[in-house]
């Protein structure tokens, strides 16, 4: 038995289903386990670790930061949060952000920005105002959040919920329209569904739906916790189909793979209606964040990591497309976000992902059916190389053991 595991067994909620390693140590595409195993990490923690791990630039900022001031809280100004919001506005082409920490944070933060709008701008009658979310999202885990899901995990005994959200088919461009009422604040959108599977809509469909929540006076909010930052291709997913959005949510890679840090970013009009007290956070825009947010965004650039991304991602997709296996229903992806759609009467993603373990590449299943894999954005050719042989290696062994079987 292995005590690391055996504790949080016994001390940590059993809220999540790790794989069987336990790691200590992570530097650029690799992290280490307690028995000196190293592994490529293909996962990114959620593609929160889209720098690398242990960044050698973001590990010098944080110690010079972290010796020099970290929080302060918003009561007061500091040196390190307005050049932090103005580069992230400058990349995006956004005029204003609210800084969080996690990117459930920054969701609730565009709940309310947009519900508020509604009212003081768009003049929706009193609490009547409705956001429109897709089949199929994930936008994080509070209350208002899990209600705006339709994943009946995300909501089985956290009941009741807050009313205001409606679902429409996500790609269903025409069921968007038939959605919207004049009560309608916003429609949130994933570019690219993550969690529920790597999910890829019809070309188009973002333009479409921008160009539609234009015409009805609706604000088109993108969450890009996930998608942005260079993990498509470009810096943003709404890129692709040069579609520039009223409201913008980033978080997980924004932190450098060090840190929690998140922002709702949102056209001047919309960012106006807050005002002092109406919400918060105590830790959202603190010095340390700012100054590693600031230095991770630099480097996205410098660094050039959205290119790289769309390059080993063609690369990744078009080598896995070569796999012949009759546990592969399907490749889908965009950049170095890719989903291998394992078919449930050959195999299970969560097997695939054991047997990846074993051979020393860290990734995990999402949706029972689908192994996703979203590396560092720093991987190049050989390391992939490497990775799909391993794919290609267990999915033959996993597909020999059925036919024995
Ligand atoms: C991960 C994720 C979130 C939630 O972020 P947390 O930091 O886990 O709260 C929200 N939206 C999308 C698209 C995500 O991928």
């Known amino acids: 038995m292995h005590s690391a595991i055996d504790l949080e067994a016994q001390y940590c909620a059993g809220n999540y289903h790790p794989l069987p390693v336990v790691l200590i140590r992570g530097e650029g595409l690799y992290l280490w386990d307690d028995r000196g195993k190293k592994y490529l990490d293909m996962m990114s923690a959620y593609s929160a670790v889209s720098h690398g791990h242990a960044h050698p630039r973001l590990v010098k900022l944080v110690q010079e930061q972290v010796a020099t001031l970290n929080i302060v809280s918003r009561a007061f100004h500091s040196d390190r949060l307005g050049p932090f919001l103005e580069r ?31 009212y003081t701008v768009k003049g929706v009658p009193e609490d009547r105002a409705e956001i429109i979310a897709c089949t199929g999202n994930f936008h994080g885990r509070t209350i208002a959040i899990v209600a705006m899901s339709d994943e009946p995990q995300y909501q089985a005994g956290f009941g009741p919920f807050p009313p205001g959200f409606a679902l429409v088919d996500y790609g269903d461009i025409d069921a968007l329209e038939r959605a919207i009422t004049p009560n309608t604040a916003a429609f949130v959108v994933e570019p690219i569904q993550g969690e529920g599977g790597i999910v890829i809509p019809p070309a188009g469909y973002l333009k479409a739906a921008a160009e539609l929540c234009r015409q009805h006076n609706v604000l088109f909010v993108a969450d890009e916790i996930q998608t942005g ?3 498509t291709g470009r810096l943003l997913a709404c890129d692709h189909e040069g579609v520039k959005p009223d409201g913008l949510i980033l978080g997980k890679a924004l932190g450098g793979g060090v840190l929690p840090v998140s922002m709702f970013l949102a056209r001047r009009d ?49 080598e896995l497309d070569e796999i012949e296996s009759p546990l592969i229903r399907e490749v889908r992806g965009k950049g170095l976000f890719v989903g291998i759609e394992i078919d449930p009467e050959h195999g299970s993603a969560r097997a695939v992902c054991e047997a990846l373990m074993k051979r020393g590449l860290l990734s995990k299943e999402t949706h029972e059916t689908v192994v996703r894999l979203a590396p560092p954005l720093i991987i190049g050719k050989a390391e992939i190389d490497w990775a799909v042989r391993q794919l290609r290696d267990v999915l033959e062994d996993l597909g020999s053991m059925q036919l024995a079987s």
């Open 270 to 318: 919309v960012m106006r209606v807050f005002t002092p007290g109406d919400h918060g956070s105590t830790f959202g825009g603190n010095p340390l964040a700012a100054a590693v947010g600031l230095e991770a965004l630099n480097i996205l650039v410098e660094e050039d990591l959205p290119a790289k991304s769309a390059a080993m991602g063609a690369y990744l997709k078009a």
């Open 88 to 118: 992230a506005c400058e990349l995006t082409g956004l005029d204003m952000a609210l800084p969080m920490n996690t990117g459930a944070e920054a969701v609730e933060t565009a709940i309310k920005a947009v519900r508020k709008w509604a």
């Open 229 to 231: 930052l260079g993990r």
